[in-house]
């Protein structure tokens, strides 16, 4: 009987697949007979590699998943892995598909067991990376990713990655497109997974820029512009945190009391307001370290725009557009010299263009102070002679004066006196985008260069515009103090004043004492006050001493929070000392002087009471969008259990017309009293009538 049982499980593998790993030394003269046979089909194999054989297929698995178990009683097992490896090196690209899936299935199963090395199963893996097999090639994407993933998670293996790198590199220059797109697809996903986040990795993806393959160009040229979309992952995990706490205790609130339909719908509308507050509060997290960590940005940026700027067109527009984008951010994160690229520019600066708002997107981010006033200048000439003219429409004289906003932010030198002049008398323009854009160009250059506006436009001077300075082409603003410190004192204060306390306590009776009246009190020396404030702002020895007092208090202390945020209020007061009140609060004045380190498209083509037109994917989006976390419309249900049966007339209607065709012609024959009754009464009606 015991015979006849071990006979039944040798001849059913998952069964002696399950027996040979629970007890591997009752069962090894069985897992011998079985490896013995696959070997001697292996062999048979190797004549006829392009047929399929299923019975070589389940006793590949088989061995696979238990040839470990014998790693050190069997030791001519250890030659398996490299058996399936030389068959797939010599026979790989003319395999049946799913044989070759076996035999690669097989490596990474063994691969697991640590009986492979991971550069001979990449080695393997990247030559079938060219066989015309897409589920393959996305199974040995997988595996590669996950695999180095599981290398480095404990502590990164700095000899591996090195190796690995090196390999991937001389795959770069292969032949083969889809060899050299998978090498760049998988550094680009262990960036984002932050496992290869480091310098070699970001200048190995640098050098598929240079790739003669369009699609190789294209992974790398949206890798280094959508790095910015990464977001950290500690902070998406908080914010779901919080978000989870309030949606259970919104649930528990639900939980006690009476069960409702309006407790219900008051409990979904308050998720959705929820969903969408989250949504529309989630932090940008911008991150531009892949374009930080290129060795050479210079070079790169040469060779991008001389494959961009030949006279045949060798790439798509869309893999130019690209290029350009990248050429332009490299300028402004950089700082880099290519005055070439000014002159591309401005051959594509026409409202006819397509794609205009990007190339102005483009010319803003190639701008900084380090770039000759002079070409910057010819730019903004040819935005205002070709988009802020009158004979253009208000949109675009609008889309025109933010791009010309957005390039004198980041240098303010390219902007002449008598142009801005001309620019600035767009403001009484009765288009409300083109008069908010104009005045957006005042404002900043009250900021940046008071002096070039006209004395009318300056507005009332404030203490900050009495302190800016205007550099020159290629000086340096930087000061040995932190301005606003001024306000501290040389020593740190724990306590407060002794007056202020009194005058507290003060205010306190007399707020007891009141019926909760408004009182007006008018002090006299309100005015004075201002007036000696301005004359203290206006007075250049003041200024000097109060630099004097920022320098020695930086110098004396260590600050705290508080003290930054005291100069944070102090360098925000001085902006508005002089002007009329503002509605902005703190967070909000001082959060519009951080620019970006880059400009958005939506600062240029931004027109305030304008919708900008969709296409139809966006409006779809849009509408997708807008119907997450929204019942479904339609004839409200009657059951109030979903599960109990409906009524045979509910039925009837979900059923083909030829099948109720019958009952219908039934009912309309069968009709009750009343309706007998009121045809009787017409019949009679009409009778009359005709004998009339």
Known sequence: MESKKTHLISMNLPVLQNALKRDPESYKEEFVSKYEQCQSMLSVFQLKSSRHNEALVSSVSFNAQVVHCYRTSLPEVQQFPEQLINILKHHGPDMDPDMRMTFCKALISLRNNKMVAPM???????????????VLRKMMYNFIVQDIKNVNTRQKNVQLNKALQNYMFKWMNSSSAIITKMCVDIMVELYRRRIWNDERTVNVIAKSLTSKHSRVVSVGLKFFLGVNEIEDDSDEEDDDDSHKKTLKELEVGYRVGKKSKKRQKRLDRAKAVLKKHKKKHKADVVNFSALHLLNDPQELAERLFARVNTSSRIEKFEVELLMANLVSRLIGIHQL???????YLMRHL???????????????????????????????????????????????????????????????????????????????????????????LVMLFREKNPHLLHKSNRGRLTEAMRETQVLDYGQLGAVDYLPGAEVLSMTEENQEPQDQKEWESCSEEEHEDSDGSWIDIHHSSDEETKDVKKEEADDPVKMAENVEKARAVMQSRIFTDDDFNKIKARQVSKEVDGRSASKRTLEQMSGQRNNKEIPSLEAIECIPGKRMKHDYDARMASVMSGREGRQKYGRREKRTNPHASTSNKDKRKSKAFMMVKHKIRQKKGKRTFQQKRDALKQALTRKQKSKK
């Open 120 to 134: 001979e199963l990449f080695d393997i893996f990247f030559k079938l990376f060219s066989c015309q097999d897409k």
């Open 337 to 343: 010299i290519l005055l070439n690229f000014y002159d």
């Open 350 to 440: 026409k409202p006819s263009e397509t794609y205009v708002t990007k190339f102005l997107l483009f010319a803003a981010q190639a701008s900084h102070d380090i770039v000759p006033p002079e070409c910057l200048e010819n730019v903004i000439k040819v935005i205002a002679s070709n988009f802020i003219t009158d004979r253009n429409s208000d949109d675009a004289i609008a889309v025109g004066l933010n791009a010309v906003r957005e390039i004198c932010a980041r240098c303010p030198l390219a902007m002449s006196k008598d142009l801005l002049d001309d620019l600035v008398e767009y403001k009484k323009n009765r288009g409300k985008g083109v008069m908010m854009a104009a005045r957006s």
